[in-house]
């Protein structure tokens, strides 16, 4: 792929990015309708505005790609290349009016992560990778694209969204990987991943993650300077489980991987 046409499909993206967030804001910390999917999370108008706002833009730019969201489903499942959606990624983060949501918008080709947008539409601060090309960050509390090499384990700052994702044999998995690090956060979703690219946490550990969970976190990772791999350390793939390992340093991932068998 030439520069310009990753170009034009970055624009697409980051168009996409400014539509959800338009439709996003005007619900934040307001009285709004909460219901719950068939998996039991929860969904809101934001969701589902922001989503078909999106895919309204996509459409228009991109009408040969096909589309993956959350909220409405796949189109066009034959494309060679699929935009994945996740509008609103921490619904319960957004519903307690905490900034620390995002927009995900990623774009597969062939099956492989080819770029990715974090957008948190309320600090405004947003996050863009493209396979190949550095990441770039742009918000106004400042801020590096670089992820930190942490030296080892023992040193570093581990985050993961939730102790509800990991169910049975995984919670000691993840506990090994705990005891074995400085701190341990909880909460964050995808923010947390861009947080690791600004260098401010140094492992993630997640699982039941869906795919528009993690495409798009894939290009802004690596191109930071870090990796995302599965907790056997492999590439993550449509037919991942969602088990998901991210390190600002790569040199960490044999250490961490051994933890989590």
């Given at each position: 792929?030439?520069?310009?046409?990753?170009?034009?499909?970055?624009?697409?993206?980051?168009?996409?990015?400014?539509?959800?967030?338009?439709?996003?804001?005007?619900?934040?910390?307001?009285?709004?309708?909460?219901?719950?999917?068939?998996?039991?999370?929860?969904?809101?108008?934001?969701?589902?505005?922001?989503?078909?706002?999106?895919?309204?833009?996509?459409?228009?730019?991109?009408?040969?790609?096909?589309?993956?969201?959350?909220?409405?489903?796949l189109?066009?499942?034959?494309?060679?290349?699929?935009?994945?959606?996740?509008?609103?990624?921490?619904?319960?983060?957004?519903?307690?009016?905490?900034p620390?949501?995002?927009?995900?918008?990623?774009?597969?080709?062939?099956?492989?992560?080819?770029?990715?947008?974090?957008?948190?539409?309320?600090?405004?601060?947003?996050?863009?990778?493209?396979?190949?090309?550095?990441?770039t960050?742009?918000?106004?509390?400042?801020?590096?694209?670089?992820?930190?090499?942490?030296?080892?384990?023992?040193?570093?700052?581990?985050?993961?969204?939730?102790?509800a994702?990991?169910?049975?044999?995984?919670?000691?998995r993840?506990?090994?990987?705990?005891?074995?690090?400085?701190?341990?956060?909880?909460?964050?979703?995808?923010y947390?991943?861009?947080?690791?690219?600004?260098?401010?946490?140094?492992?993630?550990?997640?699982?039941d993650?869906?795919?528009?969970?993690?495409?798009?976190?894939?290009?802004?990772?690596?191109?930071?300077?870090?990796?995302?791999?599965?907790?056997?350390?492999?590439?993550?793939?449509?037919?991942?489980?969602?088990?998901?390992?991210?390190?600002?340093?790569?040199?960490?991932?044999?250490?961490?991987?051994?933890?989590?068998?």
């Amino acid at each position: 792929m030439d520069a310009a046409e990753l170009d034009r499909l970055i624009a697409a993206a980051e168009a996409a990015a400014d539509v959800a967030g338009a439709a996003i804001r005007p619900y934040f910390r307001q009285p709004f309708e909460v219901q719950l999917k068939a998996d039991r999370t929860p969904v809101t108008m934001a969701d589902r505005s922001a989503e078909a706002a999106m895919r309204a833009v996509l459409t228009e730019r991109c009408p040969e790609d096909g589309i993956l969201g959350e909220e409405f489903g796949l189109k066009q499942a034959q494309s060679r290349r699929v935009w994945v959606l996740d509008p609103i990624d921490g619904t319960r983060a957004f519903l307690t009016g905490r900034p620390i949501f995002g927009t995900l918008i990623g774009l597969l080709e062939d099956g492989q992560p080819l770029l990715g947008v974090i957008d948190q539409p309320i600090t405004q601060e947003r996050w863009v990778g493209a396979r190949g090309r550095r990441t770039t960050f742009r918000g106004p509390f400042g801020g590096r694209v670089g992820c930190r090499l942490c030296p080892a384990l023992a040193a570093a700052e581990l985050a993961a969204t939730s102790p509800a994702m990991f169910q049975g044999a995984l919670m000691p998995r993840f506990q090994r990987l705990a005891q074995a690090v400085q701190r341990v956060s909880w909460g964050g979703d995808c923010y947390n991943y861009g947080l690791l690219t600004l260098g401010h946490i140094d492992v993630i550990a997640e699982a039941d993650l869906k795919i528009w969970d993690w495409v798009p976190l894939v290009p802004i990772v690596e191109g930071a300077g870090g990796c995302l791999t599965d907790w056997q350390g492999n590439a993550l793939s449509p037919k991942s489980k969602g088990d998901v390992l991210a390190l600002g340093n790569p040199r960490l991932l044999g250490p961490a991987v051994d933890l989590l068998k």
